[in-house]
Nanobody
Framework: QVQLVEFGGGLVQAGGSLRLSCAAS????????MGWFRQAPGKEREFVAA????????YYADSLKDRFTISRDNAKNTVYLQMNSLKPEDTAVYYC??????????????????WGQGTQVTVSS
């Protein structure tokens, strides 16, 4: 079983930045595609970004590509999400996920095998 723990969320004013981290257990972290998703109250879970096991390929929701950056450090079993120029509409619980995926399907939540419990990001206006 792989365990994922997100941290780094919090309250930030519009225009500010946060960096989220997701720490993973397991010996095969580098074999997993890692993704970030978010979910606001009353909304569907939304794809944010993903990164391939080696870190060689990254993927973003079109609306977020200019502001968010995903990265990973396999030596630390950690994936990051750098979020800049935050807007109130970015307010959500952010989840990291891991799985063995077809890289053409990184935005499909059901294709991931493991999920963290989420970290709250609140952006005030």
């Amino acid at each position: 079983q792989v365990q994922l723990v997100e941290f780094g969320g919090g309250l930030v004013q519009a225009g500010g930045s946060l960096r989220l981290s997701c720490a993973a257990s397991g010996r095969t972290f580098s074999s997993f595609t890692m993704g970030w998703f978010r979910q606001a109250p009353g909304k569907e879970r939304e794809f944010v970004a993903a990164i391939s096991g080696s870190g060689g390929n990254t993927y973003y929701a079109d609306s977020l590509k200019d502001r968010f950056t995903i990265s990973r450090d396999n030596a630390k079993n950690t994936v990051y999400l750098q979020m800049n120029s935050l807007k109130p509409e970015d307010t959500a619980v952010y989840y990291c996920a891991a799985g063995w995926l077809d890289l053409k399907r990184v935005g499909v939540p059901s294709d991931y095998d493991y999920w963290g419990q989420g970290t709250q990001v609140t952006v005030s206006s």
